[in-house]
């Protein structure tokens, strides 16, 4: 069935080094991709999209990446700061709802 | 803040009670959502109501009972949980495909 994972469940980085956060998912319908963060006591927060006829797509300090050929998706946040500490979830969508990945906790070293 | 909130933010109950939580939205969505968190799994869906008519349950027990009286507000009404149904609930909203979601109501069955 459709599945959507996270290679690494826990990542630890220094502050102001860049994070990568990786997710790969199974369904290759899926059009349109979303990763949130979630912080502690706190709902799932929108940080960024990606519809699969893009590659790359920037923020403010964050770039998703899509490969679709591997089914791979990725989240990069530059320069990373102590607010970013929080758990980080990918969720794919092949048509009206979406399939959310077990999340990935983000923890930021001083 | 998101535009949706959920009452109770915490909520214990005896595997005897009833109970229901309370989501509201504020963004003129037409479409609403549960959503189950338990630790270290993934995000579940758990009913999906557009235009204030379900359209998705994805087989949950029956001691879970939904109702969307309008477009603004969706409860989920609780009877005889069992303690694995604690759990963070959490509501969203969405018109489109990015979804809004609520800071949830974590349940605690005894």
């Known amino acids: 069935g459709e599945s959507v994972g996270l290679h690494l469940p826990t990542l630890s980085v220094q502050e102001g080094d860049n994070s990568i956060i990786n997710c790969a998912y199974s369904?290759?319908?899926?059009?349109?991709f979303i990763w949130y963060k979630q912080e502690s006591g706190k709902g799932p927060q929108f940080i960024i999209d990606?519809?699969?006829?893009?590659d790359k797509r920037q923020g403010q300090r964050v770039t998703v990446l899509l490969n679709k050929t591997v089914k791979h998706l990725s989240l990069q946040i530059a320069a990373t700061q102590p607010g970013d500490s929080a758990v980080y979830f990918c969720?794919?969508?092949?048509?009206?709802?979406?399939?959310f990945g077990p999340g990935t906790r983000l923890s930021v070293l001083p | 803040e998101t535009g949706v909130t959920q009452t109770p933010r915490h909520l214990v109950m005896g595997m005897t009670n009833k109970k229901s939580l309370k989501c509201e939205q504020h963004?003129?969505?037409?479409?609403m959502y549960w959503y189950k968190q338990s630790a270290k799994k993934p995000l579940e869906l758990m009913f999906v109501?557009?235009?204030?008519?379900?359209?998705e349950n994805n087989s949950v027990p029956s001691r879970f009972s939904p109702e969307c009286p309008n477009s603004s507000h969706l409860f989920l009404h609780l009877h005889t949980l069992q303690p694995e149904d604690s759990a963070l609930y959490l509501c969203?909203?969405?018109?489109?495909?990015?979804?809004?979601f609520g800071p949830g109501t974590r349940l605690t069955v005894l």
């Open positions: 969203a909203s969405s018109q489109g495909n990015e979804q809004f």
């Open positions: 990606i519809r699969s006829n893009m």
């Open positions: 969720a794919e969508s092949p048509g009206q709802n979406f399939v």
């Open positions: 369904n290759s319908a899926s059009d349109y």
């Open positions: 109501y557009s235009l204030e008519e379900r359209v």
């Open positions: 963004l003129g969505h037409n479409a």
